[in-house]
Nanobody, 115 residues
């Protein structure tokens, strides 16, 4: 069972920045993919950014150019740098670790962007 612990969420004004971190209990190099998802109230969980085993990165169109996903494989930490935040980025952000058909999720971290 992979344990994921997110941190870095909080309250920020429009245009501000936050960096989320996700510490994994197992090597992220063993994952098929690691990524960030978010869920706003009343909406479905959606992909924000994902990094696959072969180095491919997928970024949602809604955050492209503002958010960057990166990883420290040696420390097993996944990051999400969020710049130029908008009110519509407000959501609970979840870290995901996908390996051989199994999805593992963190507990989520709240990001609130105020106008």
């Amino acid at each position: 069972q992979v344990q994921l612990v997110e941190s870095g969420g909080g309250l920020v004004q429009t245009g501000g920045s936050l960096r989320l971190s996700c510490a994994a209990s197992e090597g992220i190099l063993t994952a098929n993919s690691v990524g960030w998802y978010r869920q706003a109230p009343g909406k479905q969980r959606e992909l924000v950014a994902r990094s696959t085993w072969d180095g491919t990165t997928n970024i949602a169109d809604s955050v492209k150019g503002r958010f960057t996903i990166s990883r420290d494989n040696a420390k097993n930490i996944l990051y999400l740098q969020m710049n130029s935040l908008k009110v519509e980025d407000t959501a609970v952000y979840y870290c995901n670790f996908y390996r051989r058909g199994n999805d593992y999720w963190g507990q989520g971290t709240q990001v609130t962007v105020s106008s």
